[in-house]
């Protein structure tokens, strides 16, 4: 009687909460997930401004949102949103007027401008410690100002776990995916810690957008891939497409 073939896994790299997300679509599709996340996030102390004092609010991530809620008082306020996943966190956490674009800095810019014609007052960005790219400047070019409010940090994990060094080791890795440069660079220094590079040979790098993919291989010199790709969007759908089509 033949055994049947064990599922190669793939390696979601995000933080807990968007893993299991990404975790829950992969799997209907007939992959297996494996969770190990490269970063942890950590509510920080902050003192929240009042929110009527900005007409709108703006969150690059749905870590922001989780962390710093949804003011019973403010669930009118003018939300904008860096790709849909975000944006249905903030729905989920209780805003009511909620507006989101999947583009960059610019697409942004251009929405709330669209959205917020003549205010010529800040916004407030709710962020984590570390960006790719201050939005502040991003928006400035757009004449649009913005106040931060910094409500987590995400620490970067200083070793694999156990399960995922004998995943690694023993070969039943076929992909990793990358969501953001901070993760791609976390694993990459982990696989040279820990001496795991030739674990990389069949490994394909799934990447979020162009620059993740540049990251992961400036990140890598004298690492050998199974394959490096980048997705058509920078989105879960996406992901899942370049998913489909790279395993």
């Known amino acids: ?3 049947t073939p064990k599922k190669k896994l793939v390696l979601i790299t995000r933080p807990t909460a968007d893993a299991d997300v990404f975790a829950a679509e992969m799997t209907t599709l007939g992959f297996t997930p494996f969770i190990e996340p490269m970063l942890g996030i950590i509510p920080t ?3 929240a401004p009042d929110f009527k004092n900005y007409p709108a609010i703006v969150f690059t991530s749905a870590n922001a949102v989780r962390v710093a809620g949804c003011p019973a008082d403010n669930r009118d306020i003018a939300v904008f949103a860096v790709g849909a996943h975000t944006a249905d966190e903030a729905r989920k956490q209780g805003y009511l007027r909620v507006f989101s674009t999947e583009g960059d800095g610019a697409d942004l810019g251009a929405l709330i401008r669209k959205k917020l014609v003549g205010a010529e ?3 407030l960005h709710i962020r984590g410690e570390h960006v790719a790219v ?3 400047d991003i928006l400035l070019k757009d004449r649009i100002k913005t106040d931060a409010l910094v409500v987590y940090t995400a620490k970067t994990e200083d070793n ?3 399960a995922c060094r004998a995943a690694l080791e023993k070969g039943d890795i076929a ?3 990358f969501f953001s440069k901070r993760t791609a660079e976390n694993f990459v220094r982990l696989i ?3 001496d795991l590079g030739v674990a990389l040979k069949p490994i394909k790098a799934l990447c979020i957008s162009q620059a993740v993919l540049e990251c992961v291989q400036s990140a890598s010199p004298g690492l050998v891939w199974g394959g490096a790709y980048s997705a058509e969007r920078p989105d879960r759908p996406a992901m899942l497409d370049l998913l489909k089509a790279a395993i």
């Open 1 to 3: 009687m033949k055994s």
């Open 134 to 136: 201050p939005l502040e």
């Open 192 to 194: 040279k810690k820990e």
């Open 175 to 177: 992909a990793v995916t």
């Open 121 to 123: 007052q800040k916004i």
């Open 160 to 162: 694999f776990t156990f």
């Open 45 to 47: 102390p902050y003192k």
